[in-house]
């Protein structure tokens, strides 16, 4: 089992930063992918970033350049540092690790940008 806790979400106002974290614990497997999902009101979930454990990352188009992620793997963290926000950003964000067959997700953590 793996667990995935999240970290550093709030309110930030618009032009503003936050810098979430997510620390996973558990099997979490030599080789994996880590990333952060979000979900807005009424809205399907979609991906906002991730990494593998070999440092290649994926980002969705609409975030480039405003938003980063990083891991430190010996602590098994990945860390999404997100700049320049703005209100349509308001989301849960979701950790998630997913290896092989397996995908697990954090509780979520929810930011709020308020224009």
């Known amino acids: 089992q793996v667990q995935l806790v999240e970290s550093g979400g709030g309110l930030v106002q618009a032009g503003g930063s936050l810098r979430l974290s997510c620390a996973a614990s558990?099997?979490?497997?030599?080789?994996?992918?880590m990333g952060w999902y979000r979900q807005a009101p009424g809205k399907q979930r979609e991906l906002v970033a991730s990494?593998?454990?070999?440092?290649?990352?994926n980002y969705a188009d609409s975030l480039k350049g405003r938003f980063t992620i990083s891991r430190d793997s010996g602590k098994n963290t990945v860390y999404l540092q997100m700049n320049s926000l703005k209100p349509d950003d308001t989301a849960v964000y979701y950790c998630?690790?997913?290896?092989?067959?397996?995908?697990?997700w954090g509780q979520g953590t929810q930011v709020t940008v308020s224009s």
């Open positions: 998630n690790l997913y290896a092989y067959v397996y995908n697990y």
């Open positions: 558990g099997s979490t497997f030599s080789s994996n992918r």
């Open positions: 990494i593998t454990t070999g440092g290649s990352t």
